[in-house]
């Protein structure tokens, strides 16, 4: 084999590769990544929409959550719930949380920055999200284990 042609055929099996693994991960589909962290064509992360406040929100099959606010976001400060459990349903707090919000509309008008969750002795993560204008609001959520990013998502609401 020539060497043109092993780098040819290198670049083949790379290819079906990552056509594979694009096919497995939908950037529609949530919280269904197999703890894959999907990046777009410019290599910029991807924040999968999250499903309602309340539902189940797998991370691949070891990890789900399920966010809340303390009380339906306002003008001012909301604290964003995030309760991480284990495949079996055991509330666990194993992974580190960042959030960063925003106004989609007017992007880094209100930046937060991306801020650690805290977590209170019932192991659920907190996020103080200031809510500085009416209009639209999203909470860009990274999950990482052991400083890997291994999910993320966005929360959107409207105040
Ligand atoms: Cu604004």
Redesign the pocket.
């Known amino acids: 084999m020539t060497r043109a042609f092993e780098g040819l055929a290198v670049a083949l099996v790379l290819a079906v590769l990552v056509t594979g693994i694009a096919a497995a991960q939908p950037a529609s589909s949530c919280c269904n990544a197999p703890g894959l962290a999907p990046a777009g064509p410019q290599g910029e992360p991807v924040f999968q929409d999250l499903p309602k406040s309340g539902k189940k929100c797998w991370i691949g099959e070891v990890n789900y959550f399920i966010w809340e606010f303390d009380k339906t976001p306002k003008m001012g400060t909301s604290i964003l719930i995030i309760k991480l459990y284990d495949k079996d349903g055991k509330q666990v707090s194993d992974l580190a949380i960042t959030g960063s919000s925003d106004?989609p509309s007017?992007r880094g008008?209100?930046d937060s920055g991306e801020v650690a969750f805290k977590t209170n002795k019932a192991g659920s993560y907190l996020l103080p999200v200031n809510v500085v204008?009416p209009?639209d609001w999203e909470v860009r959520l990274t999950f990482s284990r052991n400083g890997i990013v291994i999910f993320r998502g966005r929360i959107t609401f409207d105040v």
């Open positions: 106004m007017m008008a209100h204008m209009g």
